[in-house]
């Protein structure tokens, strides 16, 4: 049975960081890209950042979060991670991590195409 279990959401002030981790079990993560996807209070879900898969060589970030995200991978340990940086109070939303295969990481996270979802952990920028 395939797994997404997101944490490392939480309450933060603006201008502070988070770390989400992505913890997949059930299928061979290097062989999967991974996305991160949030969905705002009031608005649709859109695809935040995405890694390619095996080595993560090539990433994607929307252009809302660039120079403060870093999406990163350690297939090891099954586990993907979102470091999120300068919080602003618009990043607020449920974070949602996914797997696909065969996508390309700007597709995915454009399209929001991916094979397996996680439940979500929850992300609130406020003072």
């Known amino acids: 049975q395939v797994q997404l279990v997101e944490s490392g959401g939480g309450l933060v002030q603006p201008g502070g960081s988070l770390r989400l981790s992505c913890n997949v079990s059930?299928?061979?993560?290097?062989?999967?890209?991974i996305g991160w996807f949030r969905q705002a209070p009031g608005k649709e879900r859109e695809g935040v950042s995405c890694?390619?898969?095996?080595?993560?060589?090539?990433?994607y970030y929307v252009e809302a979060v660039k120079g403060r995200f870093t999406i990163s991978r350690d297939n090891a340990k099954n586990l993907v991670y979102l470091q999120m940086g300068r919080l602003k109070p618009e990043d607020t939303g449920v974070y949602y991590c996914a797997a696909d295969s065969g996508t390309a990481v700007q597709t995915m996270c454009d399209r929001q195409w991916a094979d397996y979802w996680g439940q979500g952990t929850q992300v609130t920028v406020s003072s």
């Open positions: 890694i390619s898969s095996y080595d993560g060589s090539t990433t």
């Open positions: 059930g299928l061979i993560l290097d062989y999967y890209g």
